[in-house]
């Protein structure tokens, strides 16, 4: 723990267990993986959560007919899947939470017994429609409305005892139980004040004018509890009722952190969260209902809600785009994706060509586009360019920082005040942005190579100043342009700074690393197989 360095806690949905991650569940995670990289950069005490959401009727029903003894056993055998991948794609979680740890049920009920003793549940009756897939209830209200939007669009109607779910279009189911219920309809006006008074909470804009539309629709109270299976955290003032998976899986955002257990200080001392990272199906659980199961509890709200969209496929039998989802069957293996163009590349594609917030279309078209152009062309080229010359015009070293360094050239220019540029799109999670800004760098440095020619000042003795002023310039863009591209692609930018001769850690925060004039030079620098190697179309 650094005590003197500001807490950052970030974090992503915990992942149904049922199913293998898949490109959009990895998309997720790693866009939180290079916003706490960054984080941790700027010199930032970060928390970065993900984890497995493990509880719930499909989960016990899946181990059953995997032919799994115990919905724990099942579990635990697709820990692997996750932990495996998220290695692979070198993401730096901090923690990895599964809902049936014991240190989770503590919390989970702790949590319950606070929401009781302020009078925030109630037991009744629940009647009214449920999404098995989604674990989602939805109001008579909801489904017909969807039911009429189907018409006026021309669908064929569905069937009444089993209308259609108003997120995913899949059959409902009527349920009528005993339940706890959540008095989320005393939390309208709160969360409507909420939402005024922290206009940067819900990201971005579109996404909090929808949940601001839904809330002033008005709020009913939520089932949160269920006694028709037990594979759940059971409420401990009643037993016969396990809680609602939606309620439970929340709650790990706190629950990572120690609450509810006997030490609670890092709960103190990060909550509450500074970002959540969301895919916009569930936005309304993390928007709405959490805030208000948090100020039900009389505890402070995550600071941003941030929601991406959706990675889609084009479905070939309806011509229409759908999200990627294992139960649509339209999944891509990250493992695929990875075989084609390595992990950093992977990441880079990913986070620089996909719009956070819009859905995007994935194609393997534009992926080698992005990758040639960005990668094997510019920025790869660049490197193994300016290492090639630094070996064989100054044997084998990177040029010594000159006395010169510090005067104006078209790199410099290009490095000036790029940090600030750089940080204030990562911090609203716009990565292309970002990596658009190193791209200005890259291009720089590979114009300025041209235009200076270095191979012709090599010729003539006359201009061996000129020929280390323009190297050292050229090491000095690709060194700050390598830092600035770490928290995209981790391993190459390692590589890189490995092959630069520069020590592996640095103990700089990132804005000072990007300061023009770092680079001492003189140091043994070494070439390297090619980064990115061009791919055929
Ligand atoms: N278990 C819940 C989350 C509980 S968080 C307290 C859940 N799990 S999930 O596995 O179904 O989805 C996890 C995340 O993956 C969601 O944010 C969802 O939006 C995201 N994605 C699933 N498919 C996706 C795409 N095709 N594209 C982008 N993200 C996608 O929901």
């Not at 409305?145 to 189911?173: I, T, V, Y």
């Not at 890189?496 to 690393?513: H, T």
């Amino acid at each position: 723990m650094a005590a003197d360095k500001p807490s950052y806690y970030i974090t992503t949905p915990i992942y149904y267990v049922n199913a293998k991650p898949h490109l959009g569940t990895a998309y997720c995670t790693v866009m939180t993986d290079v916003q706490a990289r960054f984080r941790r950069a700027c010199g930032y005490d970060v928390k970065f959560l993900t984890g497995m959401d493990e509880h719930g009727e499909k989960v016990a029903e899946a181990a059953e007919k995997n032919g799994f003894d115990t919905p724990q056993a099942w579990c635990d055998s697709m820990e692997p899947a996750f932990a495996d991948l998220w290695r692979a794609l070198e993401i730096s979680n901090d923690d990895f939470i599964r809902t049936t740890q014991p240190r989770h049920i503590a919390g989970v009920q702790k949590f319950l017994k606070v929401l009781l003793d302020r009078g925030y549940i109630y037991k009744g009756a629940y009647d009214g429609w449920y999404c098995r897939p989604d674990e989602t209830y939805f109001t008579d209200t909801q489904v017909h409305h969807h039911e009429e939007e189907r018409l006026a669009a021309g669908e064929a109607p569905a069937d009444p005892a089993h209308p259609l779910c108003p997120d995913c279009d899949r059959p409902l189911e009527r349920i009528q139980e005993e339940s706890w219920f959540f008095k989320l309809s005393a939390f309208q006006q709160p969360l409507l004040d909420f939402y005024a008074a922290h206009p940067d909470f819900i990201q971005p804009e579109t996404r909090k004018n929808e949940v601001i539309s839904f809330v002033s629709g008005g709020l009913k109270d939520l089932s949160i509890s269920r006694s028709t299976f037990d594979w759940g955290v059971p409420f401990p003032f009643d037993e016969d009722h396990v809680a609602y998976v939606w309620v439970d899986a929340l709650i790990n955002y706190l629950t990572a952190l120690g609450y509810g257990s006997d030490d609670e200080a890092e709960f103190r001392r990060r909550w509450p969260a500074q970002a959540h990272i969301v895919g916009k199906d569930i936005i309304r659980f993390h928007c709405v209902i959490w805030p208000a199961l948090l100020m039900a509890a009389d505890l402070p709200l995550p600071e941003k809600v941030f929601a991406h969209g959706f990675l889609t496929v084009r479905n070939e039998e309806t011509g229409k785009v759908e999200k990627m989802s294992k139960s649509r069957g339209n999944v891509i293996a990250p493992e695929e994706v990875m075989d084609l163009l390595g992990v950093g590349a992977y990441r880079y594609y990913f986070m620089s060509d996909v719009v956070h917030g819009t859905d995007a279309p994935i194609s393997w078209g534009r992926m080698r586009q992005v990758y040639n152009a960005d990668l094997a062309n510019s920025w790869g080229n660049l490197v193994s360019r300016a290492l090639n010359m630094s070996i064989k015009y100054f044997d084998g070293c990177a040029p010594a920082r000159p006395g010169t360094w510090d005067e104006a050239t078209p790199l410099k220019d290009a490095a000036d005040g790029v940090y600030g540029r750089y940080a204030a799109h990562m911090e609203t999670f716009d990565y292309q942005g970002a990596a658009a800004d190193i791209m200005q760098i890259v291009s720089a440095a590979n114009l300025y190579i041209e235009n200076s020619a270095p191979w012709a000042l090599a010729k003539d003795p006359d201009k061996a100043g000129e020929l280390e002023l323009v190297l050292w310039n050229v090491l000095e863009a690709i060194r700050i342009a390598n830092e600035l591209y770490a928290p995209f692609m981790p391993a190459i930018s390692a590589e890189v700074r490995r092959r630069l001769g520069l020590p592996a850690e640095q103990d700089a925060a990132l804005e000072e690393l990007c300061q023009w004039g770092g680079l001492a030079g003189g140091q043994p620098v070494e070439k390297g197989d090619p980064l990115f190697p061009r791919l055929q179309d």
